[in-house]
């Protein structure tokens, strides 16, 4: 039987896979940020995760993720929080303002509601786009042929600041469409990079989880999201 793995055990492996994989095309590991997606997960796990080393926590639904961090203040415990999950206008408000950043945003009514309640607490929100990169239109995510038209609606709001792209790709473990998906993201943000009033900050390209970080790593991408890797299987 397999010897059972500490979560600090898994961190460190993938934080030394992460290092090693940006090493061997050529990219500085520092560029790349793991997201440790604690989703579903006791509060216990994120402080094994964190006594390891983990200082970027992710969560994908609404409530969870307000009352972890409400949780995790209690403990004094400081770490950054993103929300990765999808999104709906009326759940912004648990969201906000907790989220150091939304991965999440594709929709003209979750924009306006972040925007709303931004602009009421005085806060600048930073956020990325998601994409469907996969082709198939059950996927969530903006389509890639409306994403011009979504970045201008973005510019127009004062207390949102788009920082890049992230897309959740096809359920597949074939290496060839995954890289297919994460080259159009990469490819995408570079051309709205040329379009940028302050590129320097239009700098992220969330990509990679569990089965696939080291493509994505490969083909750019600046922040990985990786639960099963590091917390285990979830129990739900
Ligand atoms: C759950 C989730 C992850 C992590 O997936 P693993 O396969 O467990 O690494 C990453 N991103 C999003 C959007 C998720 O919902």
Same mark, same amino acid.
Request: with cysteine.
């Given at each position: 039987?397999?010897?059972?793995?500490?979560? &600090?055990?898994?961190?460190?492996?993938?934080?030394?896979?992460?290092?090693?994989?940006?090493?061997?095309?050529?990219?500085?590991?520092?560029?790349?940020?793991?997201? &440790?997606?604690?989703?579903?997960?006791?509060? %216990? !796990?994120?402080?094994?995760?964190?006594?390891?080393?983990?200082?970027?926590?992710?969560?994908?639904?609404?409530?969870?993720?307000?009352?972890?961090?409400?949780?995790?203040?209690?403990?004094?415990?400081?770490?950054?929080?993103?929300?990765?999950?999808?999104?709906? %206008?009326?759940?912004?408000?648990?969201?906000?303002?907790?989220?150091?950043?939304?991965? %999440?945003?594709?929709?003209?009514?979750? &924009?306006?509601?972040?925007?709303?309640?931004?602009?009421?607490?005085?806060?600048?929100?930073?956020?990325?786009?998601?994409?469907?990169?996969?082709?198939?239109?059950?996927?969530?995510?903006?389509?890639?042929?409306?994403?011009?038209?979504?970045?201008?609606?973005?510019?127009? !709001?004062?207390?949102?600041?788009?920082?890049?792209?992230?897309?959740?790709?096809?359920?597949?473990?074939?290496?060839?469409?995954?890289?297919?998906?994460?080259?159009?993201?990469?490819?995408?943000?570079?051309?709205?990079?040329?379009?940028?009033?302050?590129?320097?900050?239009?700098?992220?390209?969330?990509?990679?989880?569990?089965?696939?970080?080291?493509?994505?790593?490969?083909?750019?991408?600046?922040?990985?999201?990786?639960?099963?890797?590091?917390?285990?299987?979830?129990?739900?």
């Amino acid at each position: 039987m397999q010897q059972m793995q500490s979560i &600090a055990d898994r961190w460190k492996r993938i934080e030394q896979e992460v290092h090693d994989t940006a090493l061997s095309c050529g990219r500085n590991p520092q560029d790349i940020t793991i997201v &440790a997606v604690s989703k579903m997960h006791a509060l %216990s !796990y994120v402080q094994q995760a964190y006594d390891a080393g983990a200082r970027v926590f992710g969560e994908n639904y609404a409530q969870e993720f307000r009352d972890k961090i409400q949780e995790a203040q209690s403990l004094d415990f400081t770490s950054e929080w993103h929300f990765i999950g999808a999104l709906q %206008s009326n759940k912004v408000k648990y969201v906000i303002p907790h989220a150091k950043l939304i991965h %999440s945003c594709s929709t003209a009514s979750v &924009a306006d509601e972040i925007q709303r309640l931004s602009k009421k607490l005085d806060i600048i929100t930073h956020v990325l786009v998601q994409v469907n990169t996969s082709g198939e239109s059950s996927k969530s995510g903006i389509e890639p042929n409306q994403i011009d038209a979504f970045m201008e609606q973005l510019h127009g !709001y004062a207390n949102i600041k788009p920082r890049g792209l992230m897309t959740i790709p096809t359920a597949t473990d074939d290496n060839a469409q995954l890289s297919k998906e994460f080259t159009l993201l990469r490819t995408i943000h570079e051309n709205l990079k040329q379009t940028c009033e302050h590129p320097n900050d239009w700098d992220i390209l969330s990509m990679g989880m569990s089965d696939d970080f080291t493509l994505a790593i490969r083909e750019g991408g600046t922040h990985v999201r990786i639960g099963t890797a590091i917390f285990g299987e979830r129990t739900q």
